[in-house]
Nanobody
Framework: VQLQASGGGSVQSGGSLRLSCAAS????????MGWFRQVPGKEREFVGG????????EYADSVKGRFVISRDNAKNKVYLQMNSLKPEDTAIYYC??????????????WGQGTLVTVSS
């Protein structure tokens, strides 16, 4: 599956953004999907993931209670709603997926990144 993330931008601290990830291919609905982020010079960080049918989600402690992942398999899209943004959320955000949910820590398919900048 091919993935393309969008929706990044600049926002003030406390604001919200919603990232979208569009997938091509008929197998999207079988993929567990995740969002990751990376600050240049630092390691990539897992933000959160969602099961193939949306019934199960998990989040990094750093975003729990502020970020929500959802998906619409009919539209081949996954979303990351980011609320109460903080300057430390500034990063390039990537969507990624794998047909094996146990492999979501190192997924096979990646989209290009979208930059999120949060100013104080």
């Amino acid at each position: 599956v091919q993935l393309q993330a969008s929706g990044g931008g600049s926002v003030q601290s406390g604001g919200s953004l919603r990232l979208s990830c569009a997938a091509s291919g008929s197998t999207f609905s079988s993929y567990a999907m995740g969002w990751f982020r990376q600050v240049p010079g630092k390691e990539r960080e897992f933000v959160g993931g969602i099961s193939w049918n949306g019934d199960s989600t998990e989040y990094a402690d750093s975003v729990k209670g502020r970020f929500v992942i959802s998906r619409d398999n009919a539209k081949n899209k996954v979303y990351l709603q980011m609320n109460s943004l903080k300057p430390e959320d500034t990063a390039i955000y990537y969507c990624a997926g794998d047909q094996d949910p146990l492999n979501l820590g190192n997924p096979e398919s990646w989209g290009q990144g979208t930059l999120v900048t949060v100013s104080s």
